[in-house]
């Protein structure tokens, strides 16, 4: 007992003197105030305030910090992968917690400010902040209204007539690249379903290791394809093989970059073309897995994410200084903006606005954007700028998110023009046989090579020519095409008559690969694209026979016994095939042909917007969507 233990005290207690009681008084007390103070002026601890606060009670959960298990994890792992760690990774543990919430841009303006771009906030501060604006607003209701977004369509998705034209020849060509879809698809589902890929020659089938452990790429990035060129059997075998078989639940690291493009892009155009509700649910669930690789000190999210409980990310190990690469971080913003939209969780929306944020307080080297940027520091890591790879798609989301908002993002209209006057100022060159290409930027010296990537740009700048200045409108239209004509120069110098991986502009050699290492084909749809988006916008009919010609390159140097191959030499009749048909080339090779032999009403560039994997993402008409009065304008199909 704790009497034995006080000098001066019989363990009776008794026959103590007075002032021998006021002294023992005056120590319990001052024990009893040191052991409570403790529990409650020390560093929290959940453990004992358990004992304290009531059990209905909620505790506060803070959203992008990390727990001291996950961090040594985290550590552990990269060195095995060969990628370069990050510090304080989140789980994805409390992701169900956070879902709901409506959290107004200004709020997120407010936790960004002063460059702290994942400053943490804490799940009451979410709730009082959704309360608040339910209660001021009912244009935002909680769930999403598919027979309201229909309603919103200017036109049926699949056209007046499936997007048959009334030319025959045009006809004959569109059920050609029908045809050989459905030979890639037969000759996928016969020797490679499930996995991600199709080998053609060895008939069997690759998983890879880009996807994280996700099965069916081939089957994701075939969904819309199948559908608008009414392929319905096939279809269905791949809506029933999403709906009982694909396992979101894996554990391996994917690219952020080719899942978001891939099976997020390819799920949300399924779910806006068919309104089957189990395409939204997986999807959501997908973009909650993605989350965790936005927790780092700027927000800009790492290249490689873990899609497992960890949720811990890396940047590729290649990358230069553990940077993240633009074409990967800065391809995220149409998506996210849908699966906010879909899920009404504006998390995902916040994330892609604060890489906008990012991007417009850090300084451009005349005005352009460098392909690497720190995830840590905010800033450049290199100075090497890019229209092909490493760059691309950023700039084809800029004006793609200001066309989807129907013309209202002003910030992303303002980085795009922006940016390709930039590009015009410092990389657009002019050969000396006159063609137009663009150049790679090395810190101030030019790259007079242009990859197969960068021919997608022919489109870009033409479906962003109306929204500049209008003074402008045919000086854009007119780079278009001459961009899209050095591209299908690159093509007829080839003795396949399929472009090189890329080309360059030196050494007297103009529109064609001087390197070994870049003469291969692998099915790529870039050129392809530029074709369809210049017939949109012009009609001029060179752009429907330049890809009859692709159709019939394909048709005579990649098509093999089992499927599409790609070739490791454009420039020699002597096949030689890599032994891989890209789950790319059935969701946008084939689908760019097919829109180019189709009328213009066949996913019409007013309703439609398309990913960088060509998944068809709908323009989001805010004044329609909100309008409390219900629509009785659903388009039919």
């Avoid at 103590?16 to 002026?41: E, H």
């Avoid at 009404?344 to 850090?362: A, G, S």
């Avoid at 022919?458 to 000086?475: C, F, N, S, T, V």
């Avoid at 004509?485 to 007297?508: M, V």
Wanted: hydrophobic content about 35%.
């Amino acid at each position: 007992m704790v009497f034995r233990k006080l000098p001066g005290v019989s363990a009776s207690g008794m026959g103590l003197r007075l002032s021998q009681k006021f002294v023992f008084l005056l120590f319990l007390s001052g024990l009893v105030t040191l052991c409570f103070g403790a529990l409650f002026f020390l560093p929290d601890s959940v453990r004992l305030k358990r004992i304290f606060l009531s059990k209905t009670e909620t505790q506060p959960v803070t959203v992008g910090s990390g727990s001291e298990n996950d961090a040594r994890e985290h550590l552990k792992r990269p060195k095995e992968q060969g990628m370069t760690p990050a510090k304080g990774e989140s789980s994805t543990k409390l992701k169900s917690l956070i879902r709901k919430p409506s959290v107004s841009h200004e709020a997120t303006e407010e936790r960004l400010a002063g460059g702290k771009a994942q400053e943490d906030f804490t799940l009451p501060r979410l709730i009082t902040e959704s309360a608040s604006m339910k209660a001021s607003s009912s244009d935002h209701p909680d769930t999403f209204s598919y027979n309201k977004f229909k309603g919103c369509l200017l036109k049926p998705p699949l056209g007046r007539d499936g997007g048959q034209t009334s030319d025959p020849t045009t006809n004959e060509r569109r059920e050609k690249v029908k045809e050989m879809m459905k030979f890639a698809w037969d000759n996928y589902k016969r020797y490679a379903w499930g996995k991600n890929e199709l080998r053609p020659l060895t008939k069997n089938g690759h998983i890879g290791n880009m996807f994280g452990g996700l099965k069916g790429a081939s089957i994701i990035d075939s969904l819309d394809t199948l559908y608008i060129m009414g392929l319905m059997e096939e279809y269905n075998d791949a809506k029933e093989w999403v709906q009982t078989s694909l396992d979101l639940n894996s554990n391996g690291e994917a690219s952020l970059f080719e899942v978001n493009i891939r099976y997020v892009g390819g799920l949300l155009s399924a779910y806006y073309l068919t309104g089957e509700e189990f395409y939204k649910k997986k999807v959501v669930e997908l973009g909650e897995k993605l989350l965790p690789a936005f927790n780092t000190p700027t927000g800009i999210p790492r290249g490689v994410i873990n899609l497992g409980s960890s949720g811990t990310s890396w940047s590729w190990g290649w990358a230069s200084a553990g940077s993240s690469i633009l074409a990967e971080f800065g391809t995220l913003h149409l998506e996210f903006i849908h699966l906010s939209e879909l899920s009404r969780n504006p998390i995902f929306t916040e994330k892609v606005m604060n890489i906008r944020k990012v991007l417009n307080k850090i300084e451009k080297p005349h005005g352009l954007y460098p392909n690497f940027l720190s995830p840590v520091s905010g800033n450049w890591v290199q100075h090497h700028v890019s229209i092909g790879g490493l760059g691309d798609s950023f700039y084809e989301y800029l004006i793609k998110s200001y066309l989807m908002s129907d013309k209202s993002d002003d910030d992303a209209k303002k980085m795009y023009y922006g940016a390709l006057e930039a590009i015009e100022a410092n990389l657009v060159q002019k050969s000396p046989g006159g063609l137009t290409y663009m150049a790679e930027w090395r810190g101030g010296i030019l790259d007079h090579k242009m990859g197969h990537l960068a021919c997608f740009s022919g489109g870009m700048i033409g479906i962003g020519a109306d929204d500049g200045e209008p003074e402008k409108r045919q000086h854009y239209l007119d780079l278009a095409a001459e961009i899209t004509h050095t591209c299908h120069e690159s093509y007829t110098r080839s003795a396949t008559k399929l472009g090189p991986e890329a080309f360059r502009f030196d050494s007297g050699g103009e529109a064609t690969a001087t390197r070994l290492n870049d003469r291969y084909y692998i099915l790529r749809p870039e050129v392809i694209e530029s074709y369809m988006y210049m017939w949109r916008l012009t009609h001029d009919p060179k752009y429907r026979e330049w890809g009859w010609e692709a159709v019939q390159a394909l048709e005579q140097h990649c098509r093999v016994e089992s499927g599409f191959s790609g070739i490791r030499d454009v420039y020699t009749l002597t096949a030689s095939h890599d032994n891989m048909q890209q789950s790319f080339f059935l969701s946008e090779t084939l689908k760019y042909l097919y829109l180019l032999f189709s009328d213009d009403d066949l996913l019409s560039l007013e309703d439609w917007v398309f990913n960088t994997e060509a998944h068809p993402l709908p323009i989001i008409r805010r004044s329609c969507l909100e309008d409390p009065a219900p629509q009785d304008k659903t388009v039919s199909e």
